[in-house]
């Protein structure tokens, strides 16, 4: 059984965490450990019409935010991965900076500091000097940098084929097998 934990922040892209959690439920071998921060509620609720206790039951764990005894905040306690989606600058700025004032960025400085793959998708834009000084930081931790670039090869007819697009590609990265978008030469 692989272990995946999900991080949900206030950055707006709530679509991206939601369709990340729906994918991995239809995968029996893997578990997902949700956090979803109190600024991802409400950014969820104000974006996809969804409360956050919909989301919630996408995931097989969740975790609150506050509490800094959950499981997650151990390395003793083994996961396969983490993926922040979307991720904001407030949360980039704490994982990069090791400020495990909350579950999800001491959850990710725990699988960075077990060697585990994080994935951060940095939603914003324009992108000034500190952010990408922030992200930059991040790589040379051992972070996957996977911001949601739109991609038009594959012909997206709807908003739902450009997320699962970058759904996509995070399931690549995170060694997942999907058919959510058409390959490139495929």
Do not use: Q
């Not at 206790?53 to 396969?80: C, N, Q, T, W, Y």
């Not at 951060?120 to 670039?149: D, N, Q, S, Y």
């Amino acid at each position: 059984m692989r272990r995946i934990v999900v991080g949900i922040t206030g950055a707006s892209g709530s679509a991206y965490g939601i369709r990340l959690l729906e994918v991995l439920k239809d995968s029996p071998e893997i578990e997902t450990h949700l956090i979803l921060t109190t600024a991802g509620r409400k950014t969820l609720s104000l974006e996809s019409g969804r409360t956050p206790e919909e989301v919630e039951a996408l995931a097989d764990f969740r975790h609150d935010p506050e509490d800094l005894a959950a499981p997650l905040s151990s390395g003793s306690f083994k996961v396969d991965s983490m993926v922040v989606v979307p991720c904001s600058m407030k949360s980039l700025s704490a994982i990069v900076n090791s400020y495990g004032a909350d579950l999800l960025s001491r959850a990710a400085d725990v699988t960075l500091k077990e060697g585990r793959k994080l994935i951060l998708c940095p939603r914003e834009t324009p992108l000034h000097k500190g952010h990408l000084k922030l992200m930059l930081f991040a790589a040379e931790l051992g972070a996957v940098i996977l911001p949601p670039m739109v991609a038009f090869y594959h012909k997206p007819k709807s908003v739902e084929e450009i997320v699962d697009h970058t759904v996509g590609r995070i399931l690549d990265t995170l060694e997942v097998d999907s058919d959510l978008f058409k390959r490139w030469g495929a």
